[in-house]
């Protein structure tokens, strides 16, 4: 028999409590505050002053696995429209690397071997290298005494750190000039968004209990109508399956739709199914849900919802925009936070990091 998700679990805030018995929810509120920390030890250790080297010739944001992935793909598309100099995503430290270079990295791994590897021999090379990651370890030591390290103040689960990465990384591009962002604002906005989220609040005035809801039980489809909202769409379907075992689809809408079989199988599920339909009487389909993500705002993003929406009739249009008064970046953090928290909420129902799991509808 098919299992049904436990969804009373969500509007249930002492069995939530009870079910989040590692405080993951609570990790994840505490988005604001990873922010404020990393801000305030980049001013201690003034971040701004020692990367006063003009303009670099390029900067290597490094891709570890984990959020790091996902954060630097992030910054990646935040820094594509006016960055000034080449941003390069790399798994590893470029050969080409030099004392005009800036080397951003990420990571909550303190034994990566080869990232501390790779670190070394820039630093070596007397690149500029700020590092996100715990101060204990070969990562750590690597780029000790040549290079600055952002280590955590709020200890949170590694797969919850999204937000500290991100704020690093954004520090590190405001050093140079290369991007304008009012981290402590972001901080404010991912506050608000973690009590929009609180676990007390019923599910139908809970952004991220409604979108865990709304994904319940099927293939999520996250298309972004501008590539920040891609890079978005990436960091959704990492919490997706690191909390709730969910397996997402993102990818650009124009290439999404360039996929005949998945854009019917989307289209096929614009309207909801037969709730009395028998669930043993199936064609076999996979039921999908699909959610175009839009980040970014103007005439180039607004063309991309009106034809996405008229081709794509039925799909669910997710925009911070039309929501809070923020640049893109803060929308685009306030959006990772949401599907972090929507993440959470359904592994607990559905039982894959704790709560009351999934249960079989009873039989005669």
């Known amino acids: 028999m098919p299992t049904v998700l436990d969804d009373t679990l969500l509007d249930d805030p002492a069995r939530l409590a009870e079910a989040d018995s590692a405080g993951l929810l609570r990790a994840a509120a505490m988005a604001g505050a990873q922010v404020r920390a990393a801000a305030e030890l980049a001013a201690e250790l003034e971040l701004s002053e020692r990367l006063d080297m003009g303009r670099p010739r390029a900067v290597v944001l490094i891709d570890r696995p984990g959020v790091s992935r996902t954060l630097t793909r992030l910054l990646a598309a935040l820094l594509a429209p006016s960055c000034p100099v080449p941003v390069v995503v790399a798994e590893v430290v470029p ?27 820039a630093a070596r090379y007397g690149a500029s ?79 991220a209990k409604a979108l865990a809801l709304r994904v319940a039980d099927r293939v999520p489809l996250l298309w972004g109508l501008d590539p920040v909202a891609v890079a978005v769409g990436e960091h959704a379907a990492h919490a997706f399956a690191a909390h709730a075992a969910t397996v997402c689809d993102v990818e650009d809408y124009r290439q999404a739709l360039a996929r005949p079989a998945l854009r019917r199988a989307a289209l096929s599920d ?23 993500l839009s980040v970014r705002t103007g005439p180039a993003t607004d063309a991309a919802r009106f034809q996405a929406e008229d081709l794509l009739p039925g799909a669910d249009v997710i925009a911070p925009a039309e929501e809070i008064e923020a640049d893109e970046i803060v929308r685009a953090a306030v959006l990772a936070l ?24 009873a039989t005669a």
């Open 95 to 121: 050969s080409w690397i030099g004392a005009l270079d800036v080397v951003f990295a990420h990571t909550d791994d303190p034994e990566d071997r080869e990232l501390a590897a790779s670190l070394e021999r």
């Open 129 to 207: 290298v700020v590092l996100s990651a715990p101060s204990e370890g070969p990562v750590a030591a690597a780029v000790a005494g040549k290079g600055l390290l952002l280590a955590p103040r709020i200890p949170v689960p590694a797969e919850l750190a999204f937000p500290r990465g991100l704020a690093a990384g954004l520090l590190t591009a405001n050093a140079l000039g290369l991007l304008m962002s009012d981290v402590q604002s972001l901080a404010d906005q991912l506050d608000l968004e973690a009590g929009k989220d609180y676990l007390a609040r019923d599910s139908f005035e809970n952004p």
């Open 270 to 292: 614009g309207a909801e199914r037969d709730i009395f339909a028998d669930p043993d009487d199936s064609s076999g389909d996979i039921p999908t849900r699909l959610l175009l």
């Open 338 to 361: 949401r599907f972090e928290l929507a993440a959470v909420y359904l592994g607990l129902a559905a039982g894959s990091i704790g709560g009351a799991g999934r249960f079989a509808p």
